[in-house]
Protein backbone atom coordinates (compact mmCIF):
# COMPACT_ATOMS: atom_id res chain seq x y z
CA UNK A 1 0.00 0.00 0.00
CA UNK A 2 1.25 3.15 -1.35
CA UNK A 3 1.75 5.50 1.86
CA UNK A 4 0.13 9.53 2.26
CA UNK A 5 2.49 12.20 3.42
CA UNK A 6 0.41 13.05 6.45
CA UNK A 7 0.35 17.19 6.25
CA UNK A 8 -2.08 20.07 7.00
CA UNK A 9 -2.82 22.55 4.61
CA UNK A 10 -1.07 26.09 4.89
CA UNK A 11 -3.16 28.75 6.93
CA UNK A 12 -5.42 26.35 8.62
CA UNK A 13 -4.73 25.99 12.48
CA UNK A 14 -4.34 22.48 14.24
CA UNK A 15 -3.16 22.27 18.61
CA UNK A 16 -2.25 19.85 20.52
CA UNK A 17 -4.97 18.66 23.04
CA UNK A 18 -3.44 20.87 25.93
CA UNK A 19 -3.44 23.86 23.68
CA UNK A 20 -6.81 22.91 22.58
CA UNK A 21 -8.23 22.88 25.81
CA UNK A 22 -7.03 26.98 26.69
CA UNK A 23 -8.30 28.43 23.14
CA UNK A 24 -11.40 26.73 24.15
CA UNK A 25 -11.53 27.48 27.63
CA UNK A 26 -10.98 31.36 25.42
CA UNK A 27 -13.74 30.83 23.77
CA UNK A 28 -15.58 29.81 26.28
CA UNK A 29 -14.66 33.16 28.49
CA UNK A 30 -15.59 35.28 25.04
CA UNK A 31 -19.05 33.27 25.08
CA UNK A 32 -19.68 33.52 28.23
CA UNK A 33 -19.61 37.29 28.14
CA UNK A 34 -21.41 37.77 25.34
CA UNK A 35 -24.17 36.20 26.83
CA UNK A 36 -23.90 38.03 30.25
CA UNK A 37 -25.07 41.12 28.28
CA UNK A 38 -27.83 39.55 26.68
CA UNK A 39 -26.87 38.49 22.94
CA UNK A 40 -28.09 35.47 21.71
CA UNK A 41 -26.05 32.93 19.83
CA UNK A 42 -26.53 32.42 16.42
CA UNK A 43 -25.08 30.06 13.78
CA UNK A 44 -25.48 30.32 10.21
CA UNK A 45 -24.46 27.88 7.62
CA UNK A 46 -20.78 27.60 6.69
CA UNK A 47 -21.57 27.17 3.17
CA UNK A 48 -24.28 29.91 1.17
CA UNK A 49 -25.76 30.16 -2.17
CA UNK A 50 -22.60 32.53 -4.04
CA UNK A 51 -25.45 35.26 -5.06
CA UNK A 52 -26.20 35.86 -1.61
CA UNK A 53 -23.35 35.61 -0.40
CA UNK A 54 -21.20 37.87 -2.53
CA UNK A 55 -24.28 40.28 -2.80
CA UNK A 56 -21.90 43.08 -2.00
CA UNK A 57 -19.05 41.84 -2.62
CA UNK A 58 -16.42 42.80 -4.48
CA UNK A 59 -12.16 43.58 -5.48
CA UNK A 60 -10.17 41.72 -2.63
CA UNK A 61 -12.84 40.46 -0.74
CA UNK A 62 -14.37 38.50 -3.98
CA UNK A 63 -10.86 37.19 -4.93
CA UNK A 64 -10.55 35.59 -1.62
CA UNK A 65 -13.69 33.50 -1.55
CA UNK A 66 -13.69 29.69 -1.72
CA UNK A 67 -15.98 29.50 -3.95
CA UNK A 68 -16.75 25.88 -5.74
CA UNK A 69 -19.36 24.08 -7.89
CA UNK A 70 -22.12 20.98 -6.20
CA UNK A 71 -23.88 19.56 -9.23
CA UNK A 72 -25.07 22.60 -11.11
CA UNK A 73 -25.37 24.79 -7.45
CA UNK A 74 -22.90 27.47 -7.28
CA UNK A 75 -21.44 27.78 -3.48
CA UNK A 76 -19.05 29.46 -1.28
CA UNK A 77 -17.45 29.25 1.55
CA UNK A 78 -18.31 32.54 4.11
CA UNK A 79 -15.69 34.75 4.45
CA UNK A 80 -17.11 36.77 7.59
CA UNK A 81 -20.48 36.54 10.24
CA UNK A 82 -21.98 40.04 8.95
CA UNK A 83 -23.26 39.07 5.87
CA UNK A 84 -24.92 35.54 6.87
CA UNK A 85 -26.09 38.04 9.29
CA UNK A 86 -27.69 40.36 7.26
CA UNK A 87 -28.86 37.40 5.17
CA UNK A 88 -30.79 36.08 8.02
CA UNK A 89 -32.26 39.40 9.45
CA UNK A 90 -33.65 39.90 5.90
CA UNK A 91 -34.84 36.47 5.84
CA UNK A 92 -36.62 36.12 8.97
CA UNK A 93 -36.90 40.23 9.76
CA UNK A 94 -40.68 39.87 10.54
CA UNK A 95 -40.04 37.08 13.27
CA UNK A 96 -37.46 39.11 15.17
CA UNK A 97 -37.05 41.38 18.40
CA UNK A 98 -35.53 44.40 17.99
CA UNK A 99 -33.09 45.60 18.56
CA UNK A 100 -31.86 41.94 17.77
CA UNK A 101 -28.79 41.63 19.72
CA UNK A 102 -26.98 38.26 18.54
CA UNK A 103 -23.01 36.55 19.03
CA UNK A 104 -21.77 34.18 16.56
CA UNK A 105 -18.88 32.32 17.20
CA UNK A 106 -17.55 30.38 14.76
CA UNK A 107 -15.16 29.84 11.38
CA UNK A 108 -14.67 31.69 8.45
CA UNK A 109 -12.40 31.34 5.59
CA UNK A 110 -10.38 33.29 3.47
CA UNK A 111 -8.35 32.26 0.65
CA UNK A 112 -5.61 35.16 0.97
CA UNK A 113 -1.32 34.50 1.69
CA UNK A 114 -0.92 32.37 4.20
CA UNK A 115 1.80 34.15 6.89
CA UNK A 116 2.27 33.56 10.35
CA UNK A 117 -0.72 34.43 12.24
CA UNK A 118 -2.32 34.75 9.00
CA UNK A 119 -4.87 31.89 8.63
CA UNK A 120 -7.08 31.20 5.90
CA UNK A 121 -9.78 29.20 8.48
CA UNK A 122 -9.77 30.56 11.35
CA UNK A 123 -12.83 31.42 14.45
CA UNK A 124 -14.54 34.66 14.47
CA UNK A 125 -15.96 36.02 17.42
CA UNK A 126 -18.80 38.48 16.78
CA UNK A 127 -21.40 40.55 18.32
CA UNK A 128 -23.87 42.76 16.69
CA UNK A 129 -26.92 44.85 17.86
CA UNK A 130 -29.97 45.71 14.37
CA UNK A 131 -32.19 47.95 14.85
CA UNK A 132 -35.72 48.45 13.09
CA UNK A 133 -35.39 51.70 11.35
CA UNK A 134 -33.37 53.38 13.96
CA UNK A 135 -30.79 52.49 16.80
CA UNK A 136 -30.13 54.43 19.89
CA UNK A 137 -26.42 55.96 20.24
CA UNK A 138 -26.35 54.62 23.49
CA UNK A 139 -25.46 51.22 21.75
CA UNK A 140 -22.45 52.26 20.86
CA UNK A 141 -21.46 52.99 23.94
CA UNK A 142 -22.79 49.14 25.00
CA UNK A 143 -19.89 47.84 22.96
CA UNK A 144 -16.56 49.12 24.33
CA UNK A 145 -18.14 47.99 27.93
CA UNK A 146 -18.41 44.79 25.99
CA UNK A 147 -15.17 45.11 24.83
CA UNK A 148 -13.76 45.52 27.99
CA UNK A 149 -15.50 43.30 30.08
CA UNK A 150 -14.31 40.35 27.61
CA UNK A 151 -10.57 41.11 28.05
CA UNK A 152 -11.02 41.56 31.89
CA UNK A 153 -12.49 38.40 32.01
CA UNK A 154 -9.60 36.81 29.55
CA UNK A 155 -7.08 38.16 32.13
CA UNK A 156 -6.11 41.16 30.60
CA UNK A 157 -5.87 44.73 32.17
CA UNK A 158 -3.31 46.66 30.35
CA UNK A 159 -5.30 47.65 27.00
CA UNK A 160 -6.74 50.49 25.87
CA UNK A 161 -10.01 50.95 23.34
CA UNK A 162 -9.84 53.55 20.83
CA UNK A 163 -13.16 55.17 19.66
CA UNK A 164 -13.51 57.28 16.61
CA UNK A 165 -16.62 58.08 14.36
CA UNK A 166 -16.54 58.18 10.24
CA UNK A 167 -18.78 61.04 10.45
CA UNK A 168 -16.29 63.63 12.11
CA UNK A 169 -13.72 62.27 9.41
CA UNK A 170 -16.16 62.31 6.41
CA UNK A 171 -17.12 65.81 7.33
CA UNK A 172 -13.89 66.62 7.41
CA UNK A 173 -13.73 65.31 3.88
CA UNK A 174 -16.58 66.94 2.63
CA UNK A 175 -15.07 70.55 4.13
CA UNK A 176 -12.00 70.16 2.31
CA UNK A 177 -13.63 69.50 -0.93
CA UNK A 178 -12.78 65.78 -0.93
CA UNK A 179 -15.32 63.79 -0.66
CA UNK A 180 -14.69 61.97 -3.86
CA UNK A 181 -11.38 60.58 -2.44
CA UNK A 182 -13.02 59.82 1.06
CA UNK A 183 -12.20 56.26 0.68
CA UNK A 184 -8.99 55.99 -0.49
CA UNK A 185 -7.95 58.76 2.58
CA UNK A 186 -9.67 56.50 4.70
CA UNK A 187 -7.26 53.64 3.96
CA UNK A 188 -4.58 55.59 3.59
CA UNK A 189 -5.18 57.24 7.10
CA UNK A 190 -5.70 53.60 8.92
CA UNK A 191 -2.41 52.61 8.02
CA UNK A 192 -0.84 55.24 9.82
CA UNK A 193 0.13 53.14 13.52
CA UNK A 194 2.10 51.06 10.98
CA UNK A 195 3.64 53.19 7.97
CA UNK A 196 3.78 56.59 10.54
CA UNK A 197 2.67 60.14 9.22
CA UNK A 198 5.55 60.55 7.13
CA UNK A 199 4.47 57.93 4.54
CA UNK A 200 0.55 58.79 4.99
CA UNK A 201 1.53 62.64 3.71
CA UNK A 202 3.63 60.71 0.62
CA UNK A 203 -0.08 58.64 -0.20
CA UNK A 204 -1.47 61.12 0.02
CA UNK A 205 0.16 63.68 -2.29
CA UNK A 206 0.22 59.95 -4.89
CA UNK A 207 -3.41 60.45 -5.21
CA UNK A 208 -3.17 64.32 -5.69
CA UNK A 209 -4.11 65.59 -1.96
CA UNK A 210 -3.14 69.55 -2.62
CA UNK A 211 -0.84 70.44 0.28
CA UNK A 212 -2.96 72.33 2.49
CA UNK A 213 -5.59 70.22 2.52
CA UNK A 214 -2.59 66.92 4.01
CA UNK A 215 -1.89 69.68 6.19
CA UNK A 216 -5.47 69.72 7.79
CA UNK A 217 -5.39 65.98 7.65
CA UNK A 218 -2.53 65.51 9.61
CA UNK A 219 -3.30 68.25 11.91
CA UNK A 220 -6.83 66.79 12.38
CA UNK A 221 -5.85 63.26 13.33
CA UNK A 222 -2.63 64.32 14.92
CA UNK A 223 -4.84 66.20 18.04
CA UNK A 224 -3.75 64.70 21.53
CA UNK A 225 -4.72 65.14 24.88
CA UNK A 226 -6.86 63.29 27.21
CA UNK A 227 -10.42 62.88 26.10
CA UNK A 228 -12.19 66.23 26.53
CA UNK A 229 -9.49 67.57 25.60
CA UNK A 230 -9.33 66.04 22.14
CA UNK A 231 -13.34 66.88 21.65
CA UNK A 232 -12.98 70.62 22.75
CA UNK A 233 -10.29 70.56 19.83
CA UNK A 234 -12.14 69.14 17.34
CA UNK A 235 -14.60 72.20 17.79
CA UNK A 236 -12.33 74.38 18.05
CA UNK A 237 -11.64 73.74 14.41
CA UNK A 238 -14.01 75.54 13.50
CA UNK A 239 -15.46 73.41 10.63
CA UNK A 240 -18.45 74.59 9.71
CA UNK A 241 -20.10 70.69 7.99
CA UNK A 242 -23.15 69.30 9.06
CA UNK A 243 -21.55 65.71 9.10
CA UNK A 244 -18.84 66.71 11.23
CA UNK A 245 -20.90 68.45 13.43
CA UNK A 246 -23.16 65.28 14.03
CA UNK A 247 -19.80 62.90 14.27
CA UNK A 248 -18.51 65.20 16.75
CA UNK A 249 -22.29 65.23 18.82
CA UNK A 250 -22.15 61.29 18.77
CA UNK A 251 -18.72 60.74 20.20
CA UNK A 252 -19.95 63.23 22.86
CA UNK A 253 -22.75 61.18 23.92
CA UNK A 254 -20.66 57.86 23.53
CA UNK A 255 -17.76 58.82 25.56
CA UNK A 256 -20.66 60.19 28.15
CA UNK A 257 -22.33 57.25 28.34
CA UNK A 258 -19.02 55.25 28.41
CA UNK A 259 -18.51 57.32 32.19
CA UNK A 260 -22.16 56.32 32.96
CA UNK A 261 -21.13 53.01 32.37
CA UNK A 262 -18.11 53.13 35.00
CA UNK A 263 -15.39 52.37 32.25
CA UNK A 264 -11.99 54.29 33.58
CA UNK A 265 -10.68 56.59 30.97
CA UNK A 266 -7.56 54.59 31.52
CA UNK A 267 -9.33 51.67 29.33
CA UNK A 268 -10.39 54.25 26.64
CA UNK A 269 -9.30 57.18 24.25
CA UNK A 270 -10.52 58.95 21.92
CA UNK A 271 -8.48 58.07 18.62
CA UNK A 272 -9.07 60.54 15.44
CA UNK A 273 -6.35 58.66 13.61
CA UNK A 274 -8.76 55.17 13.48
CA UNK A 275 -10.78 55.12 10.32
CA UNK A 276 -11.51 51.23 9.78
CA UNK A 277 -10.83 50.25 6.35
CA UNK A 278 -14.07 48.96 5.34
CA UNK A 279 -16.54 51.10 3.19
CA UNK A 280 -19.73 50.19 5.48
CA UNK A 281 -19.03 51.94 8.58
CA UNK A 282 -21.02 55.27 8.99
CA UNK A 283 -20.68 56.28 12.51
CA UNK A 284 -18.68 55.28 15.79
CA UNK A 285 -15.56 52.71 14.93
CA UNK A 286 -13.58 50.59 17.40
CA UNK A 287 -10.24 49.08 17.58
CA UNK A 288 -8.64 47.84 20.63
CA UNK A 289 -5.28 47.23 21.45
CA UNK A 290 -2.91 45.53 24.54
CA UNK A 291 -0.75 48.54 25.30
CA UNK A 292 2.47 46.72 25.84
CA UNK A 293 2.08 44.73 22.41
CA UNK A 294 0.36 47.56 20.09
CA UNK A 295 2.88 45.58 17.66
CA UNK A 296 0.13 42.59 17.25
CA UNK A 297 -1.98 45.25 16.03
CA UNK A 298 -5.63 45.44 16.68
CA UNK A 299 -6.84 42.49 18.79
CA UNK A 300 -10.94 43.62 18.50
CA UNK A 301 -12.36 45.74 15.89
CA UNK A 302 -15.68 47.33 14.37
CA UNK A 303 -18.25 49.51 14.35
CA UNK A 304 -21.49 51.81 13.35
CA UNK A 305 -22.71 50.87 10.08
CA UNK A 306 -26.57 52.53 8.49
CA UNK A 307 -28.23 49.79 7.28
CA UNK A 308 -26.94 46.02 7.34
CA UNK A 309 -29.21 44.39 4.93
CA UNK A 310 -29.45 46.83 2.00
CA UNK A 311 -28.63 44.20 -0.82
CA UNK A 312 -31.63 42.03 0.51
CA UNK A 313 -34.29 44.24 1.61
CA UNK A 314 -35.46 47.53 1.00
CA UNK A 315 -36.32 47.98 5.20
CA UNK A 316 -33.67 49.81 7.07
CA UNK A 317 -31.54 47.74 9.39
CA UNK A 318 -29.56 50.24 11.32
CA UNK A 319 -26.35 48.05 13.75
CA UNK A 320 -23.14 48.21 15.82
CA UNK A 321 -21.00 45.13 16.17
CA UNK A 322 -17.35 44.51 16.47
CA UNK A 323 -15.51 40.87 15.91
CA UNK A 324 -12.13 39.15 17.73
CA UNK A 325 -10.27 37.19 15.35
CA UNK A 326 -9.38 34.43 18.04
CA UNK A 327 -7.35 32.07 15.82
CA UNK A 328 -5.24 35.39 15.61
CA UNK A 329 -5.36 36.70 18.64
CA UNK A 330 -4.08 33.11 20.36
CA UNK A 331 -1.94 32.69 17.76
CA UNK A 332 -0.09 36.32 18.59
CA UNK A 333 -0.45 35.71 22.41
CA UNK A 334 0.85 32.24 22.39
CA UNK A 335 4.32 34.04 20.55
CA UNK A 336 4.47 36.72 23.10
CA UNK A 337 4.15 33.83 26.16
CA UNK A 338 1.05 35.94 27.21
CA UNK A 339 -1.79 33.60 27.18
CA UNK A 340 -3.23 33.87 30.70
CA UNK A 341 -5.80 30.49 31.12
CA UNK A 342 -3.02 28.00 32.50
CA UNK A 343 -5.83 25.10 32.34
CA UNK A 344 -4.32 22.47 29.99
CA UNK A 345 -6.29 19.79 30.53
CA UNK A 346 -9.84 18.42 30.62
CA UNK A 347 -9.85 15.64 33.17
CA UNK A 348 -8.92 16.64 36.98
CA UNK A 349 -8.24 13.40 37.74
CA UNK A 350 -6.59 10.21 36.29
CA UNK A 351 -8.20 6.78 38.20
CA UNK A 352 -5.36 4.21 37.62
CA UNK A 353 -6.26 0.30 38.44
CA UNK A 354 -3.34 -2.06 39.42
CA UNK A 355 -5.33 -4.80 39.23
CA UNK A 356 -7.13 -6.78 36.49
CA UNK A 357 -10.77 -6.48 38.14
CA UNK A 358 -11.84 -3.31 37.12
CA UNK A 359 -15.20 -2.69 38.41
CA UNK A 360 -13.88 -0.56 41.49
CA UNK A 361 -12.15 1.24 39.97
CA UNK A 362 -14.59 2.32 37.37
CA UNK A 363 -17.46 3.17 40.27
CA UNK A 364 -15.03 5.13 41.49
CA UNK A 365 -14.65 7.46 38.29
CA UNK A 366 -18.43 6.87 38.08
CA UNK A 367 -18.79 9.03 41.75
CA UNK A 368 -16.56 11.64 40.89
CA UNK A 369 -18.13 12.04 37.74
CA UNK A 370 -21.70 12.65 38.91
CA UNK A 371 -19.84 14.99 41.48
CA UNK A 372 -18.94 17.00 38.79
CA UNK A 373 -15.49 16.14 38.59
CA UNK A 374 -14.22 15.61 35.07
CA UNK A 375 -12.55 11.68 35.36
CA UNK A 376 -10.03 10.12 33.13
CA UNK A 377 -9.40 5.93 33.67
CA UNK A 378 -6.61 4.19 32.47
CA UNK A 379 -7.96 0.71 31.17
CA UNK A 380 -5.18 -0.78 29.31
CA UNK A 381 -2.57 -3.11 31.07
CA UNK A 382 0.67 -0.92 31.87
CA UNK A 383 2.96 -0.58 34.68
CA UNK A 384 2.18 2.43 36.93
CA UNK A 385 5.45 4.30 36.09
CA UNK A 386 3.86 4.47 32.08
CA UNK A 387 0.31 5.27 34.15
CA UNK A 388 1.73 8.34 36.03
CA UNK A 389 3.32 9.34 32.50
CA UNK A 390 0.89 9.15 30.97
CA UNK A 391 -1.29 11.46 33.77
CA UNK A 392 2.04 13.73 33.67
CA UNK A 393 2.01 14.28 29.51
CA UNK A 394 -1.37 14.84 30.10
CA UNK A 395 -0.99 17.51 32.41
CA UNK A 396 -3.86 15.40 35.02
CA UNK A 397 -3.44 17.21 38.55
CA UNK A 398 -4.24 13.98 40.60
CA UNK A 399 -3.75 10.35 40.05
CA UNK A 400 -6.00 8.45 42.57
CA UNK A 401 -4.13 4.43 42.57
CA UNK A 402 -6.50 1.46 43.34
CA UNK A 403 -4.80 -1.58 44.45
CA UNK A 404 -5.24 -4.59 45.93
CA UNK A 405 -5.00 -2.57 49.77
CA UNK A 406 -7.04 0.37 48.45
CA UNK A 407 -9.93 -2.31 47.23
CA UNK A 408 -10.21 -4.22 50.72
CA UNK A 409 -9.56 -1.48 52.76
CA UNK A 410 -11.47 1.22 50.93
CA UNK A 411 -8.59 3.91 51.33
CA UNK A 412 -7.87 4.93 47.99
CA UNK A 413 -4.16 6.55 47.38
CA UNK A 414 -4.18 9.98 46.09
CA UNK A 415 -1.09 11.33 44.45
CA UNK A 416 -0.45 15.55 43.55
CA UNK A 417 1.29 15.00 40.17
CA UNK A 418 2.59 18.63 41.06
CA UNK A 419 3.94 18.44 44.16
CA UNK A 420 4.60 14.52 44.43
CA UNK A 421 2.50 14.54 47.31
CA UNK A 422 0.52 11.15 48.29
CA UNK A 423 -2.68 10.46 50.70
CA UNK A 424 -4.62 7.86 51.83
CA UNK A 425 -8.28 9.19 51.43
CA UNK A 426 -11.99 7.77 51.11
CA UNK A 427 -13.71 9.06 48.19
CA UNK A 428 -15.83 11.11 49.34
CA UNK A 429 -12.33 13.12 51.47
CA UNK A 430 -11.35 13.16 48.02
CA UNK A 431 -14.49 14.48 46.50
CA UNK A 432 -14.35 17.17 49.40
CA UNK A 433 -10.59 18.00 48.91
CA UNK A 434 -10.82 18.43 44.57
CA UNK A 435 -14.22 20.04 44.80
Do not use: W
Not at 244 to 258: H, M, P
Not at 359 to 379: C, F, H, P, Q
Amino acid sequence: MNKVEPRTLPGFMELLPNDQVKFNIMKEKIKHTYEKFGFLPLDTPSIELSDVLLAKAGGETEKQIYRFQKGEVDLSLRFDHTVPLAKYVALHQGELAFPFKRYAIGKVYRGEKAQKGRYREFYQCDIDIIGDGELSIINDAQIPNIIYNTFKELGFDNFTICINNRKILNGLFESLKLKEKTTDILRIIDKIEKIGEKAVIEELDKISVKKEAIDSIIKFVTITGKTEEKITALNELGIQNELFEKGIEELTDVVRYLKVLGIKEEYFTVDLKIARGLDYYTGTVYETFLNEYRNIGSICSGGRYDNLAQYYTNKVLPGVGISIGLTRLYYQLSMINQIKETKETISKILVAPMEDELAESLEIANKLRDVGINTDIYLEEAKIKKKMKYADKLKIPYVIIVGEEEIETKILTLKNMKTGEQKKLTIEEIINEIK
